[in-house]
């Protein structure tokens, strides 16, 4: 979501403070703007649009100063304008950039104009510069005047704060919304994720929920929730920041559609050994703990949650444990009920999702046996902050529709099942089953890709329509989801899901011919069941494209379109099954001329609620 950078340093902090808002673009945000320190005083630079439109702006203007913030804003609270852009202003002196959602915003913006304080934009981060002024006028430092100010601040932030009277320095806090702060010689950073700042420093320190933070040239102090000063430990990265070029590809999303086989070689390397997953994966002590393990409690949101879902036929069907899958914003706000041993499986890209987050915040409070988090980020919260984790290895993922993001997720999870299998005695068969079938998935995962140019002219089939459904059974329900969304977010195309039963309790109504429908259909034990929901289709009227097991026997005719899929054990069947779906989309939207990698109101790490 909205992206960070700020510098203070012996050199001009301008281009670093650009180029990091670059690094973070991949987020998405519709509006970025800078401000600068220099000997004549505080400098603010707002644009709507994209971050070259500002940077076009710096370099006719020659911002020169040696400390800055930065910011990338996707809107929440105001429109797209210049005036709700940050960073915020307040009485020329004090400037802020600020992530997340200040809940007590209307309160505070009343009782600071009843202190005088005129606000220019409808956005709820402008109340933290005023806050902050105002603490200042009793406050010794602008650190101490920050540490006063949050405690008033309901809701979440990770913000930046700099004043024009303490030239260098900048002061940072953070509550629900991530923070990481980058160390030079000489000079020092903060941003909200560590990719905008690999071109100045390789150690950082990642603050931790309520941490305040004061940030000069030459020191950083932290500080806990009470004030308390602390140590938090300085991490060395060897992250790859791959977003500067796409190669061959016309854009990140293809590139990293193309990348799924090597992701997911990356994910497996070292795990799977042979008929066996290395348990030790999730974790020094995950063999012992899988050992309790008697119910799986799945939370994510978006993709991760239809990883999720999957997940949930696996456990059940394979490991022999009980699961249920929720989306983290509704998990969050209602009463639950936590089963005996059970383990409570965040999923996230990012590990920050805002609602999964605090879903696992709240887990530890409810009596869990353990926590579990699937991700693609080492450094992120909730692998920080749960029991056990497990890194999916995916690399960077530059386009906001996730790709391989998902289908390592995927692996990852399969993993899951054959090792809490094991821990509750399942026949140890499976777990060879799941081993070997993981094993051959990369190699299975290009021959599927073999098929992108059919995908491309199918796509042609999808440029006047407005609506579609998709439709899957068993565990390619959450697949035909999750093609759904890919649909909806890249193409503008409204697309529903549909669990195939569930044709005839409503859906078969939309049927027509401007509606296709798309279908996944693998060679299982529901492909009978599936082949009369398609029949139901047909005899509406209804124009079909069904992704189809060769060995399914579906063919083509006047009003189905079939592409076939090479066989594979059904154990891996959704994970392949995933790749047409994606290409499907992204052909789609490159007919329909949208913004492929970054699309509009959409952002990739969702850090509000």
Same mark, same amino acid.
């Given at each position: 979501?909205?992206?960070?950078?700020?510098?203070?340093?012996?050199?001009?902090?301008?281009?670093?403070?650009?180029?990091?808002?670059?690094?973070?673009?991949?987020?998405?945000?519709?509006?970025?703007?800078?401000?600068?320190?220099?000997?004549?005083?505080?400098?603010?630079?707002?644009?709507?649009?994209?971050?070259?439109?500002?940077?076009?702006?710096?370099?006719?203007?020659?911002?020169?100063?040696?400390?800055?913030?930065?910011?990338?804003?996707?809107?929440?609270?105001?429109?797209?304008?210049?005036?709700?852009?940050?960073?915020?202003?307040?009485?020329?002196?004090?400037?802020?950039?600020?992530? *997340?959602?200040?809940?007590?915003?209307?309160?505070?913006?009343?009782?600071?104009?009843?202190?005088?304080?005129? &606000?220019?934009?409808?956005?709820?981060?402008?109340?933290?510069?005023?806050?902050?002024?105002?603490?200042?006028?009793?406050?010794?430092?602008?650190?101490?005047?920050?540490?006063?100010?949050? @405690?008033?601040?309901?809701?979440?932030?990770?913000? =930046?704060?700099?004043?024009?009277?303490?030239?260098?320095?900048? =002061?940072?806090?953070?509550?629900?919304?991530?923070?990481?702060?980058?160390?030079?010689?000489?000079?020092?950073?903060?941003?909200?994720?560590?990719?905008?700042?690999?071109?100045?420093?390789?150690?950082?320190?990642?603050?931790?929920?309520?941490?305040?933070?004061?940030?000069?040239?030459?020191?950083?102090?932290? &500080?806990?929730?009470? *004030?308390?000063? =602390? %140590?938090?430990?300085?991490?060395?990265?060897?992250?790859?920041?791959?977003?500067?070029?796409?190669?061959?590809?016309?854009?990140?999303?293809?590139?990293?559609?193309?990348?799924?086989?090597?992701?997911?070689?990356?994910?497996?390397?070292?795990?799977?050994?042979?008929?066996?997953?290395?348990?030790?994966? &999730?974790?020094?002590?995950?063999?012992?703990?899988?050992?309790?393990?008697?119910?799986?409690?799945?939370?994510?949101?978006?993709?991760?949650?239809?990883?999720?879902?999957?997940?949930?036929?696996?456990?059940?069907?394979?490991?022999?444990?009980?699961?249920?899958?929720?989306?983290?914003?509704?998990?969050?706000?209602?009463?639950?009920?936590?089963?005996?041993?059970?383990?409570?499986?965040?999923?996230?890209?990012?590990?920050?999702?805002?609602?999964?987050?605090?879903?696992?915040?709240?887990?530890?409070?409810?009596?869990?046996?353990?926590?579990?988090?699937?991700?693609?980020?080492?450094?992120?919260?909730?692998?920080?902050?749960?029991?056990?984790?497990?890194?999916?290895?995916? *690399?960077?993922?530059?386009?906001?529709?996730?790709?391989?993001?998902?289908?390592?997720?995927?692996?990852?999870?399969?993993?899951?099942?054959?090792?809490?299998?094991?821990?509750?005695?399942?026949?140890?068969?499976?777990?060879?089953?799941?081993?070997?079938?993981?094993?051959?998935?990369?190699?299975?995962?290009?021959?599927?890709?073999?098929?992108? @140019?059919?995908?491309?002219?199918?796509?042609?089939?999808?440029?006047?329509?407005?609506?579609?459904?998709?439709?899957?059974?068993?565990?390619?329900?959450?697949?035909?989801?999750? *093609?759904?969304?890919?649909?909806?977010?890249?193409?503008?195309?409204?697309?529903?899901?549909?669990?195939?039963?569930?044709?005839?309790?409503?859906?078969?109504?939309?049927?027509?011919?401007?509606?296709?429908?798309?279908?996944?259909?693998?060679?299982?034990?529901?492909?009978?069941?599936?082949?009369?929901?398609? %029949?139901?289709?047909?005899?509406?009227?209804?124009?079909?494209?069904?992704?189809?097991?060769?060995?399914?026997?579906?063919?083509?005719?006047?009003?189905?379109? =079939?592409?076939?899929?090479?066989?594979?054990?059904?154990?891996?069947?959704?994970?392949?099954?995933?790749?047409?779906?994606?290409?499907?989309?992204?052909?789609?939207?490159?007919?329909?001329?949208?913004?492929?990698?970054?699309?509009?109101?959409?952002?990739?790490?969702?850090?509000?609620?």
């Amino acid at each position: 979501m909205c992206g960070i950078v700020g510098a203070t340093a012996e050199r001009r902090v301008a281009d670093i403070l650009l180029e990091g808002l670059r690094r973070l673009e991949y987020r998405g945000y519709d509006s970025a703007g800078i401000a600068i320190l220099n000997d004549q005083g505080l400098h603010q630079l707002r644009r709507v649009g994209k971050v070259k439109a500002l940077d076009d702006a710096q370099t006719e203007s020659q911002l020169n100063g040696f400390a800055g913030i930065a910011h990338t804003r996707w809107a929440t609270h105001g429109g797209v304008t210049e005036a709700n852009a940050h960073p915020h202003i307040s009485s020329d002196t004090i400037a802020v950039v600020h992530n *997340g959602i200040i809940e007590n915003h209307d309160a505070l913006r009343k009782e600071l104009q009843s202190l005088g304080y005129v &606000f220019r934009s409808e956005t709820d981060t402008e109340v933290i510069c005023h806050l902050v002024h105002h603490e200042l006028k009793s406050a010794g430092t602008l650190l101490d005047a920050v540490k006063t100010a949050v @405690k008033k601040l309901e809701g979440a932030y990770g913000t =930046v704060i700099m004043d024009q009277r303490e030239p260098g320095h900048l =002061v940072v806090a953070r509550s629900g919304s991530p923070l990481v702060i980058g160390l030079g010689i000489g000079e020092n950073f903060v941003a909200s994720d560590q990719l905008a700042l690999l071109p100045v420093t390789r150690k950082f320190i990642y603050l931790e929920e309520g941490d305040v933070a004061s940030v000069s040239r030459t020191a950083v102090s932290i &500080f806990d929730a009470k *004030g308390a000063p =602390v %140590e938090r430990e300085t991490i060395t990265s060897d992250l790859q920041y791959d977003a500067g070029g796409k190669g061959e590809y016309r854009h990140f999303m293809l590139k990293e559609i193309h990348e799924q086989p090597t992701a997911v070689r990356n994910t497996l390397e070292g795990r799977v050994n042979g008929d066996h997953i290395a348990v030790d994966t &999730f974790g020094e002590d995950a063999e012992a703990i899988f050992q309790d393990i008697r119910h799986v409690q799945i939370v994510a949101c978006g993709t991760s949650y239809h990883a999720g879902m999957v997940a949930r036929y696996w456990l059940e069907e394979y490991a022999g444990v009980s699961c249920n899958v929720e989306i983290a914003s509704e998990f969050r706000y209602r009463k639950s009920h936590v089963f005996p041993g059970s383990l409570l499986v965040t999923i996230s890209q990012s590990g920050e999702t805002a609602d999964t987050l605090a879903a696992l915040r709240l887990a530890k409070t409810l009596g869990y046996r353990s926590t579990l988090t699937v991700c693609n980020v080492a450094s992120a919260s909730m692998v920080r902050e749960s029991d056990l984790s497990f890194l999916t290895k995916a *690399g960077a993922e530059i386009g906001v529709a996730s790709t391989k993001a998902f289908t390592t997720q995927l692996a990852g999870l399969l993993m899951l099942v054959a090792a809490l299998g094991r821990a509750n005695g399942v026949d140890a068969a499976i777990e060879q089953r799941i081993a070997r079938a993981l094993a051959a998935l990369p190699n299975k995962l290009e021959e599927t890709l073999d098929i992108t @140019k059919e995908i491309e002219a199918l796509a042609e089939e999808f440029a006047d329509k407005e609506h579609s459904l998709f439709l899957g059974r068993g565990n390619q329900y959450p697949i035909a989801m999750e *093609g759904a969304l890919k649909l909806k977010e890249i193409s503008y195309i409204h697309a529903e899901a549909y669990a195939a039963g569930e044709l005839k309790h409503g859906p078969l109504a939309l049927i027509d011919a401007e509606m296709p429908v798309i279908v996944v259909a693998p060679n299982n034990e529901l492909l009978e069941k599936l082949k009369s929901n398609v %029949e139901e289709v047909r005899a509406r009227g209804g124009i079909m494209f069904v992704f189809a097991d060769r060995d399914a026997h579906f063919a083509s005719d006047d009003t189905m379109r =079939v592409i076939n899929i090479a066989h594979v054990d059904e154990l891996i069947a959704p994970i392949i099954y995933t790749l047409p779906l994606q290409l499907l989309s992204y052909y789609v939207a490159i007919i329909k001329g949208t913004d492929v990698d970054q699309p509009r109101n959409l952002a990739k790490s969702v850090t509000v609620e």
